[in-house]
Nanobody
Framework: QVQLVESGGGLVQAGGSLRLSCAAS????????MGWFRQAPGKEREFVSA????????RYADSVKGRFTISRDNAKNMVYLEMNSLKPEDTAVYYC??????????????????????WGQGTQVTVSS
């Protein structure tokens, strides 16, 4: 059974940084895509970033491009989201997700939450102005 556990959220001032971590377990992730999504109160869950576990290909939402960096550590089965220059509009619950149908290197990384099969419980990120 797949388990994804996020950590690293918190309260930070605008312009600050946080690093989110996602511990993945329960199966082989070598052909998976790992995604970060976020959901603000009253809004839909939206794509933030994704990484292909195999070749480390990445994709970012336009709103975070240049500020956020996704990475993975194969040996530790960890996925990270380094968030810099945080803005109040980045405030949301951040979720780690695994997509086992969308991790192949011959297809673009998916931004659709429907393509991700397993989800963590989320970690709150609050950015104060």
């Amino acid at each position: 059974q797949v388990q994804l556990v996020e950590s690293g959220g918190g309260l930070v001032q605008a312009g600050g940084s946080l690093r989110l971590s996602c511990a993945a377990s329960g199966r082989t992730f070598s052909s998976a895509a790992m995604g970060w999504f976020r959901q603000a109160p009253g809004k839909e869950r939206e794509f933030v970033s994704a990484i292909r576990w195999g070749d480390a290909g990445t994709r970012y939402a336009d709103s975070v491009k240049g500020r956020f960096t996704i990475s993975r550590d194969n040996a530790k089965n960890m996925v990270y989201l380094e968030m810099n220059s945080l803005k109040p509009e980045d405030t949301a619950v951040y979720y780690c997700a695994a997509g086992f149908r969308v991790g192949l290197s011959n297809r673009p990384l998916s931004t659709s939450k429907l393509q991700y099969d397993s989800w963590g419980q989320g970690t709150q990120v609050t950015v104060s102005s």
